[in-house]
């Protein structure tokens, strides 16, 4: 997906996708944060407003134990059983919906890499760290619970770099 675009429009490339019940799931989706140099987005969408049409509750249908049983029986039958239905069962807590545009406001995570801990550690003490300085960083690092390196950030951490990243795709999008 061009992220420039979606950034600026937040127009979808595709109005059918699948999406989870389960923030966990998507957090840890495809391996959790992407890797160092891109970025990943959660989406949080609420189903109940008329822009956004459930097309299949996957989640409801593989808590059906009569689909279930059916799928066992028929497996032979069924194209990529093993790779599809056998293999992720309800795993993804998955439903399927039709929705033509999101909003940032929509965003509930924003994943990525922040900085080193050296580079880090120089911006909080406007100067280049001594070793002691990045002793005294990690301890505070520790002290407050933070992840440094990959991470899903929320609420107003999220909504800066959001900010930020619409802001440059939206730049990007005029020259």
């Excluded at 998507?26 to 990943?40: E, R």
């Excluded at 509750?57 to 134990?65: G, I, Q, R, V």
């Amino acid at each position: 997906m061009n992220s420039v675009i979606l950034g600026a429009t937040m127009q979808l490339p595709e109005t059918y996708s699948s999406w989870t019940f389960d923030k966990s799931v998507a957090k840890n989706f495809n391996g959790g944060v992407p890797p160092v140099g891109k970025q990943g987005i959660i989406f949080e969408i609420d189903n109940t407003v008329p822009d956004c049409e459930v097309v299949i509750n996957l989640f409801k249908l593989f808590n059906d134990s009569e689909f279930i049983e059916f799928c066992e029986q028929n497996k032979n039958h069924i194209s990529s059983y093993k790779t599809g239905i056998g293999y992720f069962k309800n795993n993804e807590s998955e439903v399927i919906l039709k929705l033509d545009k999101i909003t940032t406001k929509q965003i509930w995570a924003y994943g990525g890499y922040s900085s080193s801990i050296k580079k880090l550690a120089e911006m909080h003490f406007n100067r280049t760290p001594t070793p002691k300085d990045l002793i005294l960083f990690n301890k505070l690092i520790k002290e407050h619970n933070k992840t440094i390196g990959g991470n899903w950030v929320t609420g107003t951490a999220k909504d800066r770099v959001v900010k930020s990243h619409i802001e440059t795709a939206q730049k990007l999008t005029k020259k």
